[in-house]
Nanobody, 126 residues
Framework: QVQLVESGGGLVQAGGSLRLSCTIS????????MGWFRQAPGKEREFVSH????????FYADSVKGRFTISRENAKSTVYLQMGSLKSEDTAVYFC???????????????????WGQGTQVTVSS
C-alpha cells in the first residue's frame, strides 16, 4: 500500500511563490510516476504536472508551464512542486498522485493514478 501526504500549502499574494511537498510511503516508493493535480471550488480536478519515476521526464499543463517546476528526491521519497508567479486562478486544493505504470499517453488522466493524497489548500490573494 502506498500513502501520500502533501504539505506546504497556504496563503500567498499574487506574484509570489510557494513550494508543495508530497511524501510517499510504502513499498518501492521511488518506482512510482508522480503527478500533481488541483481542484478549484465548483470545478473538476485538473492535471498540473507529472514526473517519471527517475525524474528524467516531466510534463506540465499549459496553464502552469514556465511558472511551476516539478522535481523529486527519491532518497527522501519526496516530490516537490515549486510554484512561482502565482495568480488568483491558481487557487485550489492541490493533490499529489502516484502511478505504478510508465505512462506514455494519458498522463493528465486521473484514472491512470492509483493512489492519492488528501490535498493541501493553496490560496492566492490578488
Amino acid at each position: 500500500q502506498v500513502q501520500l501526504v502533501e504539505s506546504g500549502g497556504g496563503l500567498v499574494q499574487a506574484g509570489g511563490s510557494l513550494r508543495l511537498s508530497c511524501t510517499i510511503s510504502g513499498r518501492a516508493a521511488s518506482s512510482y510516476g508522480m503527478g500533481w493535480f488541483r481542484q478549484a471550488p465548483g470545478k473538476e480536478r485538473e492535471f498540473v504536472s507529472h514526473i517519471s519515476w527517475s525524474g528524467g521526464r516531466t510534463f506540465y499543463a499549459d496553464s502552469v508551464k514556465g511558472r511551476f517546476t516539478i522535481s523529486r528526491e527519491n532518497a527522501k521519497s519526496t516530490v516537490y512542486l515549486q510554484m512561482g508567479s502565482l495568480k488568483s486562478e491558481d487557487t485550489a486544493v492541490y493533490f499529489c498522485a502516484a502511478t505504478p505504470r510508465i505512462l506514455i499517453s494519458g498522463i493528465p488522466d486521473l484514472k491512470n493514478y492509483d493512489y492519492w493524497g488528501q490535498g493541501t489548500q493553496v490560496t492566492v490573494s490578488s
